[in-house]
């Protein structure tokens, strides 16, 4: 960090402070992309749209909050409903860690709060899957609570201004920037609209690549835009190559109907129906894998009958191939020995059940073909 750069964050100056706030409130007002949950001060439903847009953009997040919204529209819908209907309602935009946190806060706030969603601060980093940046979020948008946030888009826009080349995830230029966040905070009638304004700056302007600078109204006081440092600043780590993990799967089939299996409620992509199987071990074929899976899972041996296809995906910290083959059971009745349920259904059926994205292909496929002549 340039000398004395640091004195000059530690307590800005009230003159620019102002400035940053007007310019950025005028701009948003003026520039502020339609969304459905900017038209409500309802705590609900804005905490319901800052979890969807955890990880996931605004075009992705729209429809899903709409139909979500039509299906629980209070808080009370959403903490009688069963997970399972929950997961469904989610399915598709993944971490799902946040299905199941909504619906366990939801539980807490029926039951806590007579279905009123909690209006304090503290009350409200209380609830699962709420942390201060969501905290922050809620807080200033539905109460007016003076709160800064620090998500990625605001990061973003506040090491550029400043012109903070330091890691932005190391604990101490972390702590800098909710700091100087929380000092550009303007009165309670505003700071949900600033802080917005910085995350919608982030978004649209200040962007990650290719920043139009030019249409920025920050342009003139950016420390980056100035330096020609908006391609390095913030700092990134090299990305690391992700693991990459091979996984054989059973379409395992009887008559007109197929088994499917439902992950354990922790863990990745818990709650979730999939065709069950497992990694490959080392020195193990595909197939040899799958008999061994299902054999530990479901106490089952099954004949593997002909390969369907193969699917990779991508998760935050890993990557997979799937490898589904059509199977039989040889011998054995299922067990639930290291699964939380498991049903035969029909194709026809698959629909109701909520499935991870790299099963949705198999989906369609059985649904697609006669399972009874397979």
């Known amino acids: 960090?340039?000398?004395?750069?640091?004195?000059?964050?530690?307590?800005?100056?009230?003159r620019?402070?102002?400035?940053?706030?007007?310019?950025?409130?005028?701009?948003?007002?003026?520039?502020?992309?339609?969304?459905?949950?900017?038209?409500?001060?309802?705590?609900?439903?804005?905490?319901?749209?800052e979890i969807m847009l955890q990880q996931t953009q605004v075009t992705t997040v729209i429809p899903y909050f709409e139909k979500f919204k039509k299906r629980f529209p209070t808080v009370k819908s959403l903490a009688d409903a069963r997970l399972d209907v929950v997961l469904k309602?989610?399915?598709?935009?993944?971490?799902?860690?946040?299905?199941?946190?909504?619906?366990?806060?939801?539980?807490?706030?029926?039951?806590?709060?007579s279905n009123c969603f909690p209006t304090t601060p503290d009350e409200i980093k209380q609830l699962p899957g709420i942390g201060r940046y969501t905290v922050g979020a809620i807080g200033s948008i539905a109460f007016g609570h003076q709160m800064p946030?620090?998500?990625?888009?605001?990061?973003?826009?506040?090491?550029?201004?400043?012109?903070?080349?330091?890691?932005?995830?190391?604990?101490?230029i972390n702590k800098r920037l909710w700091n100087i966040s929380e000092q550009l905070l303007p009165g309670s009638d505003k700071v949900?609209?600033?802080?917005?304004?910085?995350?919608?700056?982030?978004?649209?302007?200040?962007?990650?690549?290719?920043?139009?600078?030019?249409?920025?109204?920050?342009?003139?006081?950016?420390?980056?835009?100035?330096?020609?440092?908006?391609?390095?600043?913030?700092?990134?780590?090299?990305s690391r190559k992700l693991p990459h993990k091979v996984i054989s799967a059973g379409v395992i089939h009887c008559h007109d109907k197929v088994l499917i299996t439902q992950r354990?409620?922790?863990?990745?992509l818990g709650g979730l129906w999939e065709f069950p199987g497992g990694k490959k071990?080392?020195?193990?074929?595909?197939?040899?894998?799958?008999?061994?899976?299902?054999?530990?899972?479901?106490?089952?041996?099954?004949?593997?009958?002909?390969?369907?296809?193969?699917?990779?995906?991508?998760?935050?910290?890993?990557?997979?191939?799937?490898?589904?083959?059509l199977c039989s059971?040889?011998?054995?009745?299922?067990?639930?020995?290291?699964v939380d349920d498991f049903k035969w259904v029909t194709p026809k059926q698959l629909s109701k059940y909520a499935f991870p994205a790299a099963d949705q292909p198999i989906v369609k496929w059985l649904q697609e073909n006669n399972v009874s002549k397979l």
């Open 1 to 14: 960090m340039p000398e004395g750069t640091q004195d000059k964050l530690s307590t800005l100056n009230t």
């Open 16 to 49: 620019k402070i102002h400035t940053i706030q007007n310019k950025m409130l005028d701009w948003y007002h003026k520039s502020k992309r339609s969304m459905p949950w900017r038209n409500t001060k309802d705590p609900y439903l804005i905490w319901i749209s």
């Open 89 to 113: 309602h989610w399915e598709g935009l993944g971490y799902y860690a946040r299905a199941r946190n909504l619906h366990k806060a939801a539980i807490i706030i029926r039951d806590n709060f």
């Open 149 to 172: 946030v620090l998500d990625g888009n605001v990061i973003r826009v506040l090491t550029r201004l400043f012109g903070i080349q330091e890691d932005p995830k190391s604990s101490e």
């Open 192 to 238: 949900g609209d600033f802080n917005q304004s910085l995350m919608e700056l982030g978004a649209i302007i200040c962007t990650p690549r290719q920043p139009q600078c030019i249409a920025c109204p920050l342009s003139k006081y950016c420390m980056a835009n100035a330096s020609g440092l908006t391609d390095v600043i913030p700092y990134r780590k090299l």
């Open 264 to 268: 354990p409620a922790k863990g990745l």
């Open 281 to 325: 071990e080392q020195g193990e074929s595909l197939r040899q894998c799958l008999v061994r899976e299902l054999k530990e899972e479901l106490d089952i041996i099954v004949k593997t009958e002909s390969k369907i296809m193969a699917i990779d995906h991508g998760y935050s910290h890993f990557t997979v191939t799937i490898h589904f083959y």
């Open 329 to 338: 059971i040889l011998e054995g009745t299922v067990k639930k020995l290291e």
